[in-house]
């Protein structure tokens, strides 16, 4: 390693809400359990690239028992499926996740009803998976497609259901602030290690630990792509991404100009998941999406300071900033040591 | 409109075409050859998005102009595979989870293709560098180099094909499993339809047509000239708006179109609807405007004054202010061994989702009007929309587009109203797609922050009070600074318990590009003052930071600051499991990094060096496999 590269590491922790901040959250769903034992999920909702279809289609899965790539999962569309509100706040698993799964609860009960009339059983002995439905201690059991076909042709019963989820949030006092903005909180903690070229102020991310509550993990892969994602949009936000205006007139208009992370600057990202179920919800997930990139940014400027001893306390730490930094560090060792 | 003759080949297909020559290789394939695949991030070659081979090498096709094309072979991501015969790595692709919003992806798919074609050894490195001209937004890139990693080994035979298959399907239940991601066939193969991929018969191109000026009243707007220009059906500005006329995430404060005055370089101030992009193009560019020049506002603090209104009606430049009380703060500080005082700045930030905004509109058979954009809330966007176009909420359809990334920059309304105000006036379809750089001047940033922060702590580490007050700019409309200052404010004193606290957010009005919502709303800002000055608190009481942390967390049955009781914490265990997932050396923050012993482990990157690629020789001979 050249003499002038310095490495270092630093830490931070970081808190979030979950869902719409004091504010009362609900979202809906309406789900039916369909021909071939397929089923259909409408919600308010579509990918924003977080991967919520897929962690839909596994919680409609789960619920009804059949595969999640036999799930259809509806757009979003005002007219055509029940409201699911807003595609942010780290709100999508939580809120929409839950209103799914109540509304498949409420579906499944409509086919297990009639299929235990058509077994003379108990609905409560049975259960459904991967594509089958039995009831527990008998010999009962069959696909859940001829479980549709039954219901329906024989029972006269479409297994639909809806379901909603409300996730209860006060607004805060206008005086003290005190209230209660979410029910869920996440916690997050990341390490980062850099190397800095005290010749050139260039500042390197090299590896990045992140551990983060997420209460249940419906798709642990996605959640570690939220962190890594999350992770370099930070990495940008500390190292790189200014956007300037000269009198209101903005400099930086195009990629040229507005610099972002790209294959060579981004960390290793090593992820633990941590998770402490949120006993409130059917699902026990809370979320991940905006809370992986909060410790990020603080844990790198300490880590610069570990590895050259300077702090930067304006985002973000660019070259000249580092330099003028060390220069600055030099100048006052200097006068205490002529004083 | 020039024309020329074109003879190419396009996936296989001989095509002797007459196009525009006005075309890049990228008009020509989305607009006349429906490959939509193909996506236009940036339109200056910086993004990728757009990459495609031109025989066999890899060509950012929004760069090249379309008669260069003739008698190229050209080879787009509609040619690499379909989602039921997906490529090796499309594969890859899929089963590593690489695609999240999936815009960068058949970029990032065709220059990994070429990355490999031209080096099949690639190590670790020179995949980063040969995919450096590829930008994403979602993923932070180490899925994308696993799943090139992966395709290398299988194609070079080192791993079984079979693993590109591989599913292991969980016993019970699909919660917790790691299930493929269902929408990632569409994304790696360029199938999914984003909004500006939409095509509508009798379909009209919007243009806009912005300020130039960051305060100003417009004193005159003249579209006599541009009303002419042939393909023009409609010109509309603020008195086209049926009914009230403002929107806004938090307050409804911005007009569909500039009224009277103008508050930002960039804001729209009228639309025009034409036959061709063109045509519109070239309304635009024959609109006359007379401004008269206001002072302006360009900082937050200078706001806070109100010298300068922006909102003149609204008395004040304050958009919002939260206050958080918690103990008594002056007793708080006299119990503090130590006390720290120190000031904190973050910039503005863009989102840079790769897609750039896009939107259709259009009127129903049954009188609805229909927009279709990736908006982030359809719920509220209908909301404002009916009480703007003075129609029945019903009579409102919002649908939701795939999101080429978002990251709250797709929660403003900011385009949709004047679609819809040209839908409703043509009764024809209507589209608009931004370019980059009108996306970047006129759509809403990261709130840009200065934070003032004290703290009091004892000398065994235990903290006794906290202030602190960040002022952020909020630029020319409200969007949604005010939940970005309570999230702020909630959040900002960190996961600490802190019996003596006074916080407050401030968020104003400036005449600077607006900021709204943005992934972690405020809390990235004030949080980022809380865990910098804790590090300094540390090595003054040379402790260990995670020690501190430990000392003074949150746990179950404590109050928030907001004086909620919590059920659980969860932050002890995550210290911990952090602490040991990243082999911490324990030790107060004071520059030691060049004694400790817990660097350089395998967790790490290399470190960048330009010139990866060239380490093969093959290629310093100029050797092309």
Same mark, same amino acid.
């Given at each position: ?339 | ?9 396009? &996936? ?40 495609? /081979? ?170 006599? =000239? ?20 403002? /929107? ?77 009380? =918690? ?19 973050? !910039? ?27 908006? !982030? &809330? ?66 809403? =940033? ?15 580490? =235990? ?82 930071? /995670? ?6 967390? /949150? ?38 990094? !060049? ?31």
């Amino acid at each position: 390693m050249s003499l002038t590269k310095k490495r270092g590491r630093g830490m931070a922790a970081a808190w979030y809400g979950i869902a719409r901040t004091a504010a009362m959250d609900q979202a809906g769903a309406w789900a039916e359990i369909d021909d071939g034992g397929t089923a259909k999920v409408l919600t308010g909702v579509t990918e924003i690239g977080e991967g919520i279809l897929t962690v839909l289609a596994q919680v409609a899965a789960d619920e009804l028992g059949i595969k999640p790539e036999q799930v259809t999962i509806g757009d979003n569309d005002t007219s055509r499926s029940p409201e699911a509100a807003h595609a942010g706040a780290t709100r999508q698993t939580y809120m929409i996740g839950n209103a799914v799964a109540m509304a498949c609860r409420d579906a499944k009960d409509r086919l297990f009803s009639e299929i235990a009339k058509e077994w003379n059983v108990e609905k409560e002995i049975l259960q459904a998976h991967d594509g089958e439905i039995w009831a527990n201690g008998t010999n009962y059991k069959m696909p859940m497609s001829d479980a549709v076909k039954i219901c329906k042709k024989k029972y006269g019963v479409v297994p639909v259901g809806s379901g909603n989820y409300t996730s209860h949030h006060t607004g805060l006092d206008p005086v003290d602030g005190s209230g209660r903005p979410w029910q869920a909180y996440v916690f997050g903690g990341q390490v980062a290690e850099v190397e800095v070229d005290t010749a050139t102020g260039e500042v390197q991310i090299l590896g990045i630990w992140a551990c983060h509550d997420v209460g249940k993990a419906i798709n642990p892969k996605g959640v570690e792509g939220q962190i890594e994602g999350g992770v370099v949009q930070a990495v940008g936000q500390a190292l790189m991404e200014d956007y300037q205006q000269v009198e209101g007139h903005t400099t930086t208009g195009s990629f040229a100009k507005y610099i972002l992370p790209t294959s060579l600057d981004v960390p290793k990202v090593t992820s633990k998941i941590v998770e402490d179920p949120d006993p409130l919800s059917p699902l026990g997930a809370k979320g991940i999406g905006e809370p992986a990139m909060v410790p990020t940014a603080p844990a790198i400027m300490n880590a610069i300071y570990d590895a050259i001893g300077v702090r930067i306390q304006s985002l973000p730490a660019t070259p000249e900033k580092i330099l003028r930094a060390l220069d600055e560090k030099k100048r006052k060792s200097n006068g205490k040591s002529i004083n | 409109m020039h024309k020329l003759k074109i003879n190419l080949e396009v &996936n296989g297909r001989k095509i002797n075409k007459e196009v525009n020559s006005h075309y890049r290789l990228l008009d020509f394939l989305r607009e006349d050859l429906d490959l939509t695949g193909s996506k236009e991030g940036c339109g200056a070659g910086e993004c990728g998005t757009c990459s495609v /081979f031109v025989d066999g090498k890899l060509v950012k096709s929004c760069l090249m102009p379309v008669a260069k094309a003739s008698g190229k072979k050209i080879e787009t991501i509609e040619h690499q595979g379909t989602p039921d015969n997906l490529s090796t790595l499309q594969k890859a692709f899929y089963l590593t989870g690489a695609s999240q919003c999936g815009f960068c992806i058949p970029g990032m798919v065709m220059a990994a293709t070429s990355t490999l074609r031209n080096n099949p050894d690639a190590n670790i490195e020179e995949i980063k560098e040969e995919m450096g001209g590829n930008i994403c937004r979602c993923t932070g890139y180490q899925k994308i180099f696993d799943a090139v990693e992966l395709a290398r080994d299988v194609i070079s035979g080192k791993l079984d094909p079979k693993l590109l298959e591989q599913y292991s399907k969980p016993k019970d239940s699909y919660l917790g499993a790691n299930v493929k991601r269902i929408d990632a066939p569409s994304k790696v193969t360029g199938r999914l339809k984003y909004a500006a991929d939409m095509k509508m018969p009798n379909m009209l191109h919007m243009q806009v047509f912005r300020s130039t000026r960051p305060h100003a009243k417009i004193k005159k707007l003249d579209l006599t =000239k541009a009303k002419q220009v042939p393909g023009v059906e409609t010109i509309v500005t603020c008195d086209d708006v049926p009914g009230i006329d403002n /929107f806004g995430v938090f307050i409804e404060d911005q007009p569909v179109l500039a009224r009277d005055k103008v508050r930002y370089v960039g804001e729209a101030i009228a639309a025009v609807a034409a036959d061709t992009l063109e045509a519109a193009k070239e309304a635009i560019s024959k609109i006359e405007i007379e401004y008269e020049d206001l002072p302006a506002l360009f900082d937050s603090e200078e706001a806070l004054k109100d010298k300068i209104l922006i909102h003149e009606h609204y008395k004040t430049n304050l958009v919002k202010h939260i206050p958080i009380r =918690k103990g008594n703060v002056e007793e708080g500080f006299a119990k503090a061994d130590l006390i720290v005082e120190e000031k904190f700045s973050t !910039q503005a930030v863009e989102h840079a989702y790769l897609e750039p905004m896009a939107g259709v509109g259009y009127v129903d058979s049954d009188g609805t009007l229909v927009i279709v954009s990736p908006s !982030q &809330n359809i719920t509220h966007h209908r909301h404002m929309m009916a009480k703007i176009m003075n129609l029945p909420i019903h009579k409102v359809r919002f649908i939701m587009s795939p999101v080429g990334g978002g990251f709250g920059g797709k929660e403003d309304m900011i385009y949709q109203g004047m679609l819809a105000l040209c839908a409703m006036k043509t009764r024809l379809p209507v589209k608009y797609v931004m370019t980059r750089e009108e996306d970047i001047i006129s759509t809403a =940033k990261r709130h840009p922050s200065r934070t003032t922060y004290k703290i009091g702590l004892t000398k065994e580490g =235990k903290i006794t009070a906290v202030q602190i007050k960040m002022i952020a700019d909020g630029g020319a409309y409200g969007c949604s600074t005010e939940g970005v200052m309570r999230k702020a404010a909630i959040l900002g004193a960190g996961p600490y318990r802190i019996d003596n606290l006074q916080m407050d957010t401030m968020g104003v009005y400036t005449n600077n590009t607006p900021s709204g919502a943005f992934r972690s709303f405020g809390a990235l800002q004030t949080e980022f003052a809380t865990e910098s000055i804790l590090d300094i608190c540390a090595e003054k009481l040379k402790m260990d930071p /995670f020690e501190l942390r430990r000392k003074n967390m /949150f746990v179950a049955g404590d109050l928030t600051h907001t004086k909620q009781k919590l059920n659980s914490a969860s932050i002890g265990t995550v210290l911990n499991e952090l602490e040991t997932l990243a082999n911490w050396e324990k030790g107060a923050p004071n520059s030691r990094g !060049q004694i400790r012993k817990d660097l350089n482990s395998n967790d790490n990157r290399e470190s960048c060096f330009l010139g990866a690629r060239l380490n093969d020789k093959s290629r310093l001979s100029g050797g092309v496999k």
